[in-house]
T-cell receptor, first 118, second 113 residues
Framework: GAVVSQHPSRVICKSGTSVKIECRSL??????MFWYRQFPKKSLMLMAT?????????EQGVEKDKFLINHASLTLSTLTVTSAHPEDSSFYIC??????????????FGPGTRLTVT | QKEVEQNSGPLSVPEGAIASLNCTYS??????FFWYRQYSGKSPELIMF????GDKEDGRFTAQLNKASQYVSLLIRDSQPSDSATYLC?????????????FGSGTRLSIRP
């Protein structure tokens, strides 16, 4: 159980265009999902927390108008990189929170989306 | 001070030996602790979680938690080359599902044949 999918797995786009990445929890409902970015050989960087039915909470330094997050259902969150530039090229990973029981929550990651902006 | 600290490595262990990965955290009230494995170019995979003091075993993996000393460790017995990866320690500081899991920067483990 606790499977998270992401689509697409890899995308190449031209500078100035927008890209949408989907994150789905396949076998559980996730009221909370997270979006991370990871540059090569670097740590995971949390970008935002996505809560179903409400506005996302962005980490300091992350532009909310550039990285649009929508969490319209309990199984789907989307991240749209608007007006992408080469410096946005990175590995974007989502994760979903599932309850493991009383006061316990586990976080499962999707397989990631590699974005290359040319 | 970083909230979750790990030695970046690389930690080199011979095949068949025990690999020991350590992690310390700063928030004494932390409640849940996780170990993730991340292969190069892939996303992290949850391999162990532990909530109570002591040891938790799952196959070749044992997680150890000591809340008084604020450290959590992961032991990998009979290390295999396929265990070579970066291991991320993660801590959930609160009870709420809205509590963000805080990740360490990871320890790179290399199992040499």
């Amino acid at each position: 159980g606790a499977v998270v999918s992401q689509h697409p797995s890899r995308v190449i786009c031209k500078s100035g265009t927008s890209v949408k990445i989907e994150c789905r929890s396949l076998d559980f409902q996730a009221t909370t999902m997270f979006w991370y970015r990871q540059f090569p050989k670097k740590s995971l960087m949390l970008m935002a927390t996505s809560n179903e039915g409400s506005k996302a909470t962005y980490e300091q330094g992350v532009e909310k108008d550039k990285f649009l997050i929508n969490h319209a259902s309990l199984t789907l969150s989307t991240l749209t990189v608007t007006s992408a530039h080469p410096e946005d090229s990175s590995f974007y990973i989502c994760s979903a929170l599932t309850s493991g029981g009383y006061r316990s929550y586990e976080q499962y990651f999707g397989p990631g989306t590699r974005l290359t902006v040319t | 001070q970083k909230e979750v600290e790990q030695n970046s490595g690389p930690l080199s262990v011979p095949e068949g030996a025990i690999a020991s990965l350590n992690c310390t955290y700063s928030d004494r009230g932390s409640q849940s602790f996780f170990w993730y494995r991340q292969y190069s170019g892939k996303s992290p995979e949850l391999i162990m979680f532990i909530y109570s003091n002591g040891d938790k075993e799952d196959g070749r993996f044992t997680a150890q938690l000591n809340k008084a000393s604020q450290y959590v460790s992961l032991l990998i017995r009979d290390s295999q080359p396929s265990d070579s990866a970066t291991y991320l320690c993660a801590v959930n500081p609160g009870y709420s599902s809205a509590s963000k899991i805080i990740f360490g920067s990871g320890t790179r483990l290399s199992i040499r044949p």
